[in-house]
């Protein structure tokens, strides 16, 4: 019966999935193992739809060149690998992008997969075509999203940002070389994601999840509505099928009503256009499946209480057409008022434009009505790509010439964010504001400046966002403003349609430090925190001093023995700093760890005064009180150290080793040997300079000792989490009378329970049955013992 069940749903998910691609007609229907030549001439056919060139040779060179070059490789799905390149080259085509970035996306996975080398692609084809090819493999195995399970997960979060945000940073520099490498990388995401399918079910909420947080609110930034919307709606399927495919379900089964008032007030609107002289052209179009389950989650709304699920377009000539049917639709029905929006005359950050307005329908249900011109409907699909169209020029026999656009225009976003990237060594403050920037739900809000420019700031913003987006001279100087000529606070929130004056004074003591948390925009963010390091600077050097000797007292490290300008310069040639005062300065703000920087000079001080240990030498640092075995009849300490009776030894909080475990000592300076287990990870982990200062150790045989025969245990439990668990686990304790010194619990949002347990044992033997104890009990996982 549950094969059955599970078999019905496949097949109702296989209709749910027609249902998706009639409802949008975005979606190029995707044939299962369509053939490779078929491809190639789909390919052909899109380019020459738009490209006004007959010389086709560069992409048919670079077709043959990747299939030749993935000869016999295959992919998940089962089809030959050069159907993905294909594909990929189809997607850029669709964007109408120029031939060397679809032959770059023929040619995107040859350096990585295959033999072919870059030197090859560059005699091959050009430069350009090698620096695309070469910018996307290096994009390739950056890991954007966080993924782990690892138990130790909350240890290592830090080295883990550090990488995301590397790997972050890599990706803008990428696309400052060169936009069309993110271009190609966004293709090349969308049909992976519309592959998915065949990935296994952790792979598909990693990739999903990853395109949700990054590649989605990317496509959004750089106004690529066409693959944006895709990726969003597929991100949905899999991070949450059921809510996908329950809002497909629904929506399906309204279509026919839903389709016939569509289309009506599509006839209306096109008859009363047509009627005032315009040529327009007119469609309904459903929202895409993400934004409707984004505003009932966000709405906290039932789908029956969604009432805008389409939009009508009408698309113009010219932008005095575009307020011409304006009048006629606010004519024809009336507006709800505060829901029209001219983004033609204060366009979006990722330059679209278009006019939006909310009228009520003839049955009373509200409907959204946009109007644009052709170019600014090309701009909203298209975005940034839609400037390397290529069109034809009078003046050059009809050969392909770029579209220009100005490069200010272009990338104004991406310089801000590699800014920042110049301005930030703090990885948690970059992550934190890029984030912030990549919010794809975040509004804007359109104000005024004293002489009537336009300025586009998050909704929410304040006169402190305004003044520092005019310059950060001005923010850092501020001391008022005004709105509509009055006085207003600082923290006054702006609102549409705003003129907003600043109040300057060069008394002004600069920023305060509680405007960072009235500022919505990322760039005022910025620009404060940029003040305070570089106003504050000798304070903050005097202060990273302080932390870096407080770090090495916490350590056992004597800051004068590192403190030497051979360690200062590895520090400032692997961070990146010009001088000495700089890295301290970071350290002072918090933008560098002064642990990190303790370690790194300290491992180059072990690495200039570390040598072999003698005997000699470890009598000498772990104490002479009895260096004669036969003066003693046994160890306080129950611990033999290369047949030194009475030394000074301390066991390990790290690994808590027990009789009948295997141990070594380590010599440490000053506190005589410290005893670990074997397989202590600290022990394991040991650099080769280090490991000399190792020394054998061995439990004493003969069951006497001073420690009362008790040695501290500690183990990790895993289980399902239940009620009741952890009183089954205590009574483990209780039923054989050891006494628990410490336990902590926690659970995890997968309801995974994690115990760490410290207490008391005589020795491994007992150890061993509570732990063989504890591992019958319903729901335990598993059971490790701490290894460091």
Excluded at 359 to 375: A, H
């Amino acid at each position: 019966m549950a094969d059955y069940s599970q078999k019905e749903k496949e097949l109702e998910r296989e209709h749910l999935e027609k249902l998706v691609k009639e409802e949008d007609r975005s979606i190029k229907p995707m044939k299962e193992f369509e053939s490779p030549e078929d491809l190639y001439h789909e390919l052909i056919a899109s380019v020459r739809k738009y490209h006004p060139s007959a010389d086709i040779s560069l992409i048919e060179k670079a077709y043959h060149v990747a299939r030749d070059a993935h000869e016999g490789q295959t992919r998940k799905s089962g089809e030959p690998y050069i159907v993905h390149p294909l594909c990929v080259a189809i997607i850029l085509a669709e964007l109408e992008l120029d031939k060397e970035t679809i032959a770059a996306g023929l040619l995107h996975d040859v350096l990585e997969d295959t033999v072919m080398t870059a030197d090859e692609i560059k005699e091959e084809f050009s430069e350009e075509v090698l620096l695309l090819v070469d910018g996307v493999t290096k994009l390739r195995h950056l890991h954007l999203t966080d993924n782990s399970h690892n138990h130790d997960q909350k240890d290592r979060s830090a080295e883990r940002l550090e990488m995301q945000a590397e790997n972050l940073r890599k990706m803008f520099l990428a696309m400052a070389k060169d936009i069309r490498v993110i271009l190609i990388k966004l293709a090349d995401r969308l049909h992976n994601m519309r592959t998915l399918k065949y990935q296994s079910k952790e792979a598909q909420i990693r990739i999903a999840r990853e395109t949700q947080e990054i590649y989605c609110p990317i496509a959004q930034r750089l106004g690529i509505s066409k693959i944006k919307i895709e990726l969003d709606d597929l991100s949905l399927k899999y991070l949450e099928p059921e809510a996908y495919y329950d809002l497909v379900r629904q929506i399906d089964q309204r279509k026919s009503v839903r389709d016939d008032y569509v289309q009506s007030l599509v006839e209306e609107v096109r008859a009363h256009i047509k009627a005032a002289g315009i040529v327009a052209e007119i469609e309904g179009r459903a929202k895409h499946f993400f934004s409707i389950y984004k505003k009932m989650v966000n709405q906290d709304k039932t789908l029956d209480q969604i009432y805008d699920l389409f939009a009508i377009r009408i698309i113009v000539d010219s932008v005095k057409d575009c307020y011409a049917a304006l009048g006629v639709i606010h004519e024809m029905y009336k507006p709800i008022p505060g829901r029209f929006k001219d983004y033609i005359a204060m366009p979006k950050p990722n330059m679209y434009q278009s006019l939006h307005t909310t009228l009520i329908g003839p049955t009373g249900q509200p409907f959204e009505i946009q109007i644009r011109t052709y170019e600014m409907h090309r701009t909203a699909e298209y975005g940034i790509a839609a400037h390397w169209k290529y069109k034809e020029a009078s003046n050059n026999g009809g050969a392909a010439v770029p579209m220009t656009v100005t490069e200010e225009e272009k990338l104004s976003w991406l310089r801000q964010i590699l800014e920042w990237q110049r301005d930030m060594s703090d990885n948690k403050e970059f992550m934190s504001l890029l984030k912030s920037d990549l919010d794809l739900f975040s509004d804007t809000v359109f104000c005024f400046t004293p002489t009537g420019d336009v300025k586009n700031l998050p909704n929410g913003s304040t006169p402190i966002d305004f003044a520092y987006s005019i310059h950060s001279a001005v923010g850092n100087k501020m001391i008022g403003a005004k709105a509509n000529g009055k006085l207003v606070p600082i923290d006054y929130v702006i609102q549409n349609g705003d003129r907003i004056e600043i109040i300057t004074s060069q008394n002004s003591k600069g920023p305060s430090r509680d405007w960072l948390n009235i500022v919505k925009s990322t760039q005022a963010k910025n620009k404060i925190n940029q003040w305070f390091r570089s106003e504050l600077k000798e304070e903050n050097i005097t202060r990273g001093k302080e932390l870096l000797v407080a770090s090495c007292k916490a350590k056992g490290i004597n800051f004068a023995d590192i403190n030497k300008p051979e360690y200062q310069e590895k520090v400032l040639r692997k961070y990146g700093f010009h001088d000495w005062n700089s890295c301290l300065a970071t350290i002072g703000h918090g933008g560098l760890k002064e642990g990190q920087i303790v370690n790194k000079m300290y491992e180059e001080y072990k690495r200039d005064h570390l040598a072999r240990i003698t005997d000699e030498e470890v009598l000498e640092t772990i104490g002479s009180e009895n260096k004669n075995p036969e003066s003693a009849k046994r160890s306080k300490s129950g611990i033999i150290v290369k047949g030194l009776y009475d030394v000074a030894v301390h066991f390990s909080k790290c690994c808590s080793p027990v009789p009948g475990d295997e141990i070594v000592g380590f010599v440490t300076r000053g506190r005589g040997v410290s005893i670990h287990r074997t397989d202590c990870v600290n022990i394991i982990n040991l650099s080769d300079m280090e490991k000399e200062r190792l020394i054998d150790a061995e439990w004493q045989h003969d069951g006497q000792d001073g420690s009362n025969g008790l040695y501290r245990a500690e183990i990790k439990i895993f289980g399902n989490n239940r009620t009741g668990l952890l009183v089954d686990i205590t009574r483990v304790f209780t039923e054989r009378e050891i006494d628990i010194d410490a336990i902590h619990s926690k659970t995890s949002k997968q309801g995974v329970a994690t115990i760490d347990v410290s207490f008391s044992t005589k020795g491994r033997e007992e150890l061993g049955s509570v732990i063989d104890k504890l591992r019958q009990i319903d729901s335990v996982i598993d059971i490790v013992r701490t290894t460091g």
